[in-house]
């Protein structure tokens, strides 16, 4: 299976890439750059591209990201602490983000005569973001299947929809994912800050999976009593 992976350069999606590398035919990575704080993020799955010997392409949405506004990831808004569990955590939804991202993505790969489009969205992700349910992975391959009926047969190949990030850590570990060479912290910082959901969830990850975390956290503390508060 022919297979273009949407790759942010995060945990997931870099795991993703490594799977399909090793299970299908990877075609290649594309990246989206809407204006995130965390752009650096690009920088990773450019090197995973580079590692895994497939061509990467950087779709520039900017102008999209611009008028999606409220969300902390592209707004002068702080990026809050925590876990992604807490309601507080929605501040980073940005409207839309996955299907203008995956409509996008379907089309190139309809011209690119590819048999699927790979996306990392997971269990984890769906207390915050709507975009990353089940509902909405179905609900999206239908509106594809009539968007290029008579003209393509694309799959949109989500395996970790239903799973959680400790899964993924032990699937990327599985298919010799360099955890060190991605990118998930939303502040955006030279490290990991260690605070923010995608950092706390991350160390919690890899917690739960039994791999040890090759990550540099500027607190490395924090997601402890974050943990225990989700728990609470």
Not at 41 to 52: D, I, N, P, V
Not at 132 to 156: E, K, S, T, V, W
Not at 202 to 207: K, M, P
Request: contains cysteine; proline residues 3%; glycine residues 10%.
């Amino acid at each position: 299976m022919k297979n273009l992976v949407i790759c942010s350069g995060g945990l997931d999606s870099v795991s993703l890439a490594h799977r399909i590398a090793a299970e299908h035919e990877l075609a290649g990575l594309i990246s989206f750059d809407y204006g995130q704080r965390h752009r650096k993020e690009l920088s990773f799955a450019a090197a995973c591209a580079e590692r895994l010997g497939v061509a990467h392409q950087v779709i520039d949405i900017r102008e999209i990201g611009r008028n999606l506004s409220g969300s902390a990831l592209t707004d002068d808004l702080d990026v809050p602490d925590g876990h992604y569990a807490e309601n507080t955590m929605k501040v980073t939804v940005v409207p839309n983000r996955n299907a203008i991202m995956l409509a996008i993505a379907f089309g190139i790969a309809a011209a690119q005569q590819a048999e699927a489009v790979g996306t990392a969205v997971h269990g984890g992700d769906h207390f915050i973001y709507p975009d990353c349910r089940p509902g909405f992975i179905d609900a999206f391959q239908a509106m594809q299947n009539h968007a290029l009926d008579g003209y393509a047969d694309i799959r949109l190949y989500a395996p970790y929809v239903n799973i959680s990030k400790a899964d993924i850590v032990a699937d990327g570990a599985q298919h010799g994912t360099p955890f060190a060479q991605t990118w998930s912290c939303y502040k955006g910082g030279e490290r990991h800050c260690g605070r923010c959901g995608t950092c706390v969830e991350r160390r919690e990850a890899f917690h739960l999976a039994g791999y040890e975390d090759p990550t540099d956290y500027e607190d490395s503390d924090f997601w402890l009593p974050a943990i225990r508060r989700r728990s609470a």
